[in-house]
């Protein structure tokens, strides 16, 4: 079942999965001579080995892949017998793709038109053919879009739920999270004040809350006063965009509980830190998605000190605010609930090794697809009925040499950021000395060329400045990249040293991302963190 041709989007497989659990599949589809296309402004390792390397400039995902759609749907390249069964809006789509002719999409990507149609008619014709794409291509101002668009090309070339393609996956028969998610017991005129909930309609619908909106309510009470945070393994300071107003919001709110592992930068701030279980620490049902859905019995193997899981703090926590009734006595209660489908408990699912989804493929001809019209939604009706086009479409970046051409005359280069370092993830492993000699400090890669224009020489200490701040990061050439881009890596901290804060103003990228409304995804919120204008100097030169 695997496939004949991979499209790897913005995602270095390789290195930015758990486990290797798509890095040994992707790797063994190789061997066995599947075709390669990969989409990404830098040489990554996988790009190497492509038959079709794709450089575009950051942040022109979606026209690269409605220029690809050009071609497939011009050329009759398209799986006609799903098209004309399964999908809505094919009409409507055809005429939003002539607006992106190769020559077009080669102007706005920087993507030689010829490649473009090379790609497109390799993807279109190696059947089956599957995309894997990563979270680059989510954290810009079209993050819906970018994900519509490539779904779109699965959609129309036949690749969704089949063999070697796209499959939905089906896990085995367990409750998820979505039967006990909380939104779902929320009163309408409760729900009614998500924050941010009336300007990213779409990220409402899946009861996800826009960070902007709660730094306002906590900085500016509007539009009402948020009071006290509980993060869960998450170092915002970091991590989040405008790190700046980050911190003030952190800073400003009356009450913070965090549970962690080690004391982050953002630890620092709370007025109470637990200490959470790890894995090894607590019993827990693993899933693994992949390859039809596995459940696996995690089980605790060893006692800390006084660690507990989040679930039985959380647990407990909802019996102190009057809310016992939709929680347990003990968390593994919860676990026999989430296995009670099976007719199983807890206790006997962890003597067993794993249990397996159903494995059928084209599920969709028995009971269609999960949109209002039982279709492959080309044209998404809610969308729509929101108030957002209803097609996918390319955007300019809020910061880029075509939106902002006079900020563009001050800072001068593209800066794409977050590359998977190996070792860390996000702000995490920087405190565990063996990988920090791996990585002992932050890298700004950036093209030879630049660095001679911009008098910097390999190792220097240079100032990577944008609109909202500047940091410090060490200088590394690398000529896998256009030389009017620049890659720096984020959530550094420096756990250290003994200051307050470890060093989170120093070298962190995100005090020069920002989280303006305008700038990010009018749909679902998402920060343009990966791309943005900088310009990059030698530490001790004004910029």
Same mark, same amino acid.
């Given at each position: 079942n695997r496939p004949r041709c991979i499209m790897v989007w913005g995602n270095n497989i390789v290195i930015t999965n758990p486990d290797?659990?798509?890095? %040994?599949?992707?790797?063994?589809?190789?061997?066995?001579?599947? *075709?390669?296309i990969v989409v990404d402004p830098r040489l990554t390792r996988i790009a190497s080995r492509a038959d079709i390397w794709l450089q575009l400039r950051p942040g022109t995902d979606t026209a690269l892949a409605l220029g690809m759609a050009n071609v497939i749907v011009s050329e009759g390249l398209y799986d006609r017998g799903f098209v004309q069964k399964h999908v809505h809006g094919w009409e409507a789509f055809c005429e939003r793709? *002539?607006?992106?002719?190769?020559? @077009?999409?080669?102007?706005? =990507?920087?993507?030689?038109?010829? *490649?473009?149609?090379?790609?497109?008619?390799?993807?279109? +014709? +190696?059947?089956?053919?599957? &995309?894997? %794409?990563?979270?680059? !291509?989510?954290?810009?101002? =079209?993050?819906?879009?970018?994900?519509? #668009?490539?779904?779109?090309?699965?959609?129309?070339?036949?690749?969704?739920?089949?063999?070697?393609?796209?499959?939905?996956? $089906?896990?085995?028969?367990?409750?998820?999270?979505?039967?006990?998610?909380?939104?779902?017991?929320l009163p309408k005129e409760q729900a009614a004040k998500r924050l941010g909930g009336d300007r990213? $309609?779409?990220?409402?619908?899946?009861?996800?809350?826009?960070?902007?909106?709660? %730094?306002?309510?906590?900085?500016?009470?509007?539009?009402?006063?948020?009071?006290?945070?509980?993060?869960i393994s998450s170092n915002p300071l970091l991590t989040r965009a405008n790190?700046?107003?980050?911190?003030?919001?952190?800073?400003?709110?009356?009450?913070?509980?965090?549970?962690?592992?080690? &004391? =982050?930068?953002?630890? /620092?701030?709370?007025?109470?830190?637990?200490?959470? #279980? +790890?894995?090894?620490?607590?019993?827990?049902?693993?899933?693994?998605?992949? @390859?039809?859905?596995?459940?696996?019995?995690? $089980?605790?193997?060893?006692?800390?000190?006084?660690?507990?899981?989040?679930?039985?703090?959380?647990?407990?926590? #909802?019996?102190?605010?009057?809310? #016992?009734?939709?929680?347990?006595? @003990?968390?593994?209660?919860?676990?026999?609930?989430?296995? /009670?489908?099976?007719? &199983? =408990?807890?206790?006997?699912?962890?003597?067993?090794?794993?249990?397996?989804?159903?494995?059928?493929?084209? *599920?969709?001809?028995e009971r269609g697809f999960s949109t209002p019209t039982g279709k492959f939604e080309l044209y998404s009706t809610l969308l729509e009925k929101w108030g957002y086009d209803p097609l996918p479409q390319h955007r300019e970046p809020p910061e880029s040499p075509y939106s902002t051409p006079e900020l563009y005359r001050k800072y001068p280069y593209i800066l794409i950021t977050g590359a998977r370092v190996p070792g860390f993830f996000h702000?995490?492993? @920087?405190? !565990?000395? %063996?990988?920090?000699?791996l990585?002992?400090?932050? &890298?700004?890669?950036?093209?030879?060329? +630049?660095?001679? $224009?911009e008098g910097i020489k390999e190792g220097d200490w240079v100032v990577i400045e944008s609109p909202r701040g500047r940091v410090r990061q060490r200088a590394r050439f690398f000529e896998g990249m256009d030389p009017r881009v620049v890659a720096a890596q984020h959530a550094w901290w420096f756990p250290e040293r003994e200051e307050a804060g470890k060093g989170w103003e120093e070298s962190n990228i995100n005090l020069l991302t920002s989280n303006a409304y305008e700038d990010s995804d009018p749909a679902m919120g998402a920060t343009s963190v990966r791309v943005l204008l900088c310009k990059i100097y030698p530490e001790g030169r004004k910029g």
């Amino acid at each position: 079942n695997r496939p004949r041709c991979i499209m790897v989007w913005g995602n270095n497989i390789v290195i930015t999965n758990p486990d290797e659990y798509k890095g %040994w599949a992707f790797s063994q589809a190789l061997e066995a001579g599947a *075709k390669l296309i990969v989409v990404d402004p830098r040489l990554t390792r996988i790009a190497s080995r492509a038959d079709i390397w794709l450089q575009l400039r950051p942040g022109t995902d979606t026209a690269l892949a409605l220029g690809m759609a050009n071609v497939i749907v011009s050329e009759g390249l398209y799986d006609r017998g799903f098209v004309q069964k399964h999908v809505h809006g094919w009409e409507a789509f055809c005429e939003r793709v *002539k607006e992106y002719p190769p020559e @077009r999409v080669a102007e706005i =990507t920087w993507v030689p038109a010829e *490649k473009i149609r090379e790609a497109a008619r390799l993807f279109a +014709t +190696t059947k089956p053919a599957a &995309i894997q %794409w990563g979270v680059a !291509i989510e954290q810009q101002v =079209t993050c819906a879009d970018n994900n519509r #668009a490539l779904l779109a090309l699965l959609g129309i070339t036949g690749n969704i739920d089949v063999p070697g393609g796209q499959v939905i996956f $089906r896990p085995p028969k367990v409750r998820t999270v979505s039967e006990f998610a909380a939104h779902h017991l929320l009163p309408k005129e409760q729900a009614a004040k998500r924050l941010g909930g009336d300007r990213f $309609r779409l990220a409402a619908n899946f009861a996800i809350i826009s960070p902007k909106a709660v %730094w306002d309510a906590i900085l500016r009470g509007e539009p009402y006063p948020v009071k006290m945070l509980f993060f869960i393994s998450s170092n915002p300071l970091l991590t989040r965009a405008n790190a700046r107003e980050v911190y003030e919001a952190l800073k400003k709110v009356d009450f913070m509980v965090v549970s962690d592992f080690f &004391i =982050t930068p953002t630890a /620092e701030l709370a007025d109470v830190v637990l200490p959470s #279980a +790890t894995w090894l620490e607590m019993d827990y049902i693993a899933d693994y998605w992949k @390859r039809h859905g596995y459940i696996l019995p995690r $089980r605790k193997a060893i006692q800390v000190g006084q660690c507990r899981s989040d679930h039985e703090m959380l647990n407990d926590l #909802a019996k102190r605010v009057g809310l #016992a009734e939709y929680w347990w006595d @003990r968390f593994e209660q919860a676990l026999d609930w989430i296995l /009670e489908p099976l007719g &199983i =408990t807890w206790q006997e699912f962890k003597r067993m090794d794993y249990i397996r989804g159903e494995v059928r493929y084209r *599920k969709y001809r028995e009971r269609g697809f999960s949109t209002p019209t039982g279709k492959f939604e080309l044209y998404s009706t809610l969308l729509e009925k929101w108030g957002y086009d209803p097609l996918p479409q390319h955007r300019e970046p809020p910061e880029s040499p075509y939106s902002t051409p006079e900020l563009y005359r001050k800072y001068p280069y593209i800066l794409i950021t977050g590359a998977r370092v190996p070792g860390f993830f996000h702000s995490e492993g @920087r405190q !565990i000395p %063996w990988l920090r000699r791996l990585h002992p400090e932050p &890298i700004v890669e950036i093209h030879p060329e +630049t660095a001679k $224009r911009e008098g910097i020489k390999e190792g220097d200490w240079v100032v990577i400045e944008s609109p909202r701040g500047r940091v410090r990061q060490r200088a590394r050439f690398f000529e896998g990249m256009d030389p009017r881009v620049v890659a720096a890596q984020h959530a550094w901290w420096f756990p250290e040293r003994e200051e307050a804060g470890k060093g989170w103003e120093e070298s962190n990228i995100n005090l020069l991302t920002s989280n303006a409304y305008e700038d990010s995804d009018p749909a679902m919120g998402a920060t343009s963190v990966r791309v943005l204008l900088c310009k990059i100097y030698p530490e001790g030169r004004k910029g």
